[in-house]
């Protein structure tokens, strides 16, 4: 008790050393303080009870001004990563896509109803080529029916022949 | 000083700038306000804070000035004279402040600026009597006086608060 006494008077004279009032504040932080020296606890704790309090954290309200130059390369790597998911977007559509096109003159076609009818009109093209071309071949078949009386005069004269020998 | 080492060395003492703003300023939105001053003013020399020998010293000076200046700005309307001694709280008060902490904090937030500086500077944040002397531009034996005034007037109050306080208990 004395001792604590003693520290308590250069205490109050503004006498400890730091660590002599470390001594004091754990003294006072303990269930065994003496009747006395009771009055001097809630200094201590007072003290201690100033220590919690905390400012509001000036990094949220003040941002430092940041150099422009740093401004800069955010926005550019901004710029690029935006960039960079379109093109990456477009590509994953395009893959998707090419699995269903026709090639028309060098042209990709992906548009179905198009092609359908382009396909048609093709077809319809080739139907009216083939029917041209037929129509020499046809030509040759009337000939070739017209010859056929001729075939038959053939055979008529060799039989006038066979009938005369 | 690049912004990882201001956030370290600067931004960290936010807490001990606050305080410090708080017992001087006794309001603690414009301590707020006064701390962010201070860490923005810090920020725009943060390349000259690197030659700074001990940070905590030098940036609780400069927020001790720059509550000086703003108490000088409010012309002094808000701080109450050097000399103005505790008032004695009345019934009401008693019963609004029961609480003894509350009292003893009340207490200091009375004192003169400086010893009121000095002793939380001290007993608060346990800062050595030199670091004290260079954010208050004293002398350590100042310190010392300050200190020792300013722990005696808070005794006696408390001990006045004391005996009160058994004299209602008696009389009851």
């Known amino acids: ?165 | 000083m690049d912004s990882k080492q201001f956030n370290n060395q600067v931004v960290a003492l936010s807490d001990k700038y606050f305080r410090l703003a708080k017992s001087i300023l006794r309001d603690a939105d414009v301590a707020q306000d006064a701390v962010q001053d201070l860490i923005l003013k810090l920020w725009e020399k943060k390349h000259s804070l690197g030659d700074v020998e001990n940070i905590q010293s030098f940036t609780m000076r400069s927020m001790r000035n720059l509550c000086l200046d703003i108490i000088r700005q409010q012309h002094e309307e808000t701080e109450l004279p050097a000399e103005t001694e505790y008032s004695e709280l009345n019934p009401h008060q008693q019963t609004e402040q029961k609480d003894m902490v509350l009292r003893i904090k009340k207490m200091i937030d009375n004192l003169p600026e400086l010893q009121r500086t000095i002793i939380r500077m001290r007993d608060v944040e346990g800062m050595e009597l030199k670091e004290i002397a260079y954010i208050t531009d004293l002398t350590e034996n100042a310190v010392t006086v300050n200190l020792s005034r300013a722990r005696q007037k808070i005794r006696e109050r408390i001990m006045n608060e004391n005996k009160r306080t058994e004299a209602t208990i008696w009389k009851a």
């Not at chain 1, 004395?2 to 004091?24: D, H, K, P, V, W």
């Not at chain 1, 401004?71 to 935006?82: D, E, L, S, V």
């Open chain 1, 1 to 165: 008790m004395e001792s604590i006494n003693e520290l308590l008077e250069r205490y109050f004279s503004g006498e400890t050393t730091l660590a002599e009032e470390n001594q004091l504040k754990l003294y006072f932080k303990c269930q065994n303080v003496l009747p006395d020296h009771e009055i001097y606890r809630s200094l201590f704790e007072a003290f201690d009870a100033e220590l919690q309090d905390k400012s509001a954290n000036p990094t949220e309200r003040v941002q430092p001004v940041r150099k422009k130059t740093t401004r800069i390369w955010i926005k550019t790597f901004a710029y690029t990563g935006i960039a960079a998911t379109l093109l990456l977007t477009l590509w994953i559509q395009r893959s998707q896509e090419s699995k269903n096109y026709a090639m028309v003159g060098g042209k990709r076609i992906q548009d179905n109803e198009y092609a359908e009818k382009y396909t048609a009109q093709k077809l319809n093209e080739i139907h009216d080529l083939l029917h041209n071309s037929m129509k020499p071949i046809n030509s040759i078949e009337k000939v070739r029916n017209g010859l056929q009386p001729i075939h038959k005069l053939e055979s008529v004269k060799k039989t006038i022949n066979r009938i005369e020998n």
